[in-house]
């Protein structure tokens, strides 16, 4: 059997300690969260985490900005269908996955901690755009309806959103919270027999 | 001259105490906000502060909670006008009022300070609520508009949009975006012409 390429084999490792910091962030919360349990939590030794990152700032904005990269819809579709996809993958994987939900909990907690890393909230923002753009390409966007004013709302009401429903306990909610988001936008952003076309069922987001 | 009252003297110092709290957090952060520093800010000694407040997480909770108490429009209006006004106010006192905004501050971060107090968004909910039902009874919802859903997408997009704001250092752009908020959900909300005699200048929350 070859060995496992180096680059490979680092890869994983640093995937491993996002995923350690992750869980370790969301039990004892960002302030308690020690490098060494950080260490523990990712199965590596307290070396590791230090050669991947210079210490628990560098690795917190890293999990804030590994969000894009878990968001990429398995369902085939286009534009204001993919965006809805998009924002359902969102929902499903702040409930799922450890990684996500620590990166917007982070992301709107960062500067507590002294962190300003607001890359993350822009690349949402041309994701968005980018998908209603395809869907204005595709004829479906009601006219006067501006892609920039939705895609900006859109990257401040999710936020607010997630932060709301796990405020209030209520983070499994979060699907439906999104699907109502779509149920309130719709009539101004498409026209009614595109909306009615519309596939809402929050189950999209764990296909 | 008669002596102040001691109630209301009391009820004063608590107002200065929460104004410098809200001066210390904005400078220092609620980490580095010492209970010295704040009670040089608000003009009293260190007991009077104690006095009023166990310590800083009590604090911080009643600035979380001083919210409403500064929200009320000085403009009549009634109905869905009059909730228009109110988020209006609402950008515009984080703007000029640092209690507002040191509020919305730490309820956004207040987890990561220890503190769990979903109050201030409960009684947001209610107040959006409030005058959304009486939008119904005014006749100006369109048929279907549901005010529970409607109140709970509120109170999660202004909480969002204010840190979106406030992160990518464009505050100042809040009322803007409640402006964008209110033309991307009255279509869905409202019927046309009452979307249309609308007064969404966001000066009216300086008014």
């Known amino acids: 059997m070859p060995a496992e390429p180096k680059q490979q084999r680092a890869l994983k490792t640093r995937d491993d300690i996002l995923r350690g910091a992750a869980l370790a ?13 950080i260490a523990a939590r990712s199965g590596v030794t307290l070396g590791a985490v230090y050669f991947h990152f210079a210490g628990k700032q560098e690795l917190a904005r890293a999990v804030i900005l590994a969000q894009p990269d878990v968001m990429v819809p398995k369902l085939q579709s286009v ?3 993919r965006l809805v996809d998009l924002t359902l993958v969102w929902a499903h994987e702040i409930n799922a996955n450890p990684v996500m939900r620590a990166a917007v909990r982070l992301a709107v907690e960062q500067q507590a901690h002294g962190i300003e890393e607001d890359t993350s909230f822009q690349e949402w923002e041309v994701l968005f755009r980018k998908w209603l753009e395809e869907a204005r390409d595709e004829g479906e966007l009601a006219p006067g309806a501006s892609t920039g004013a939705v895609a900006e709302f859109m990257v401040g009401a999710m936020t607010g959103m997630q932060h709301h429903a796990r405020l209030t306990g209520k983070i499994n909610t979060l699907g439906d919270r999104v699907v109502r988001m779509w149920q309130l936008l719709l009539p101004g952003l498409t026209t009614p027999d595109v909306a009615a076309r519309l596939d809402l069922d929050p189950r999209r987001g764990a296909a």
């Open 79 to 81: 534009g204001i269908q």
């Open 25 to 37: 962030f969301e039990d004892f919360g960002y302030k308690g969260a020690s490098m060494r349990e």
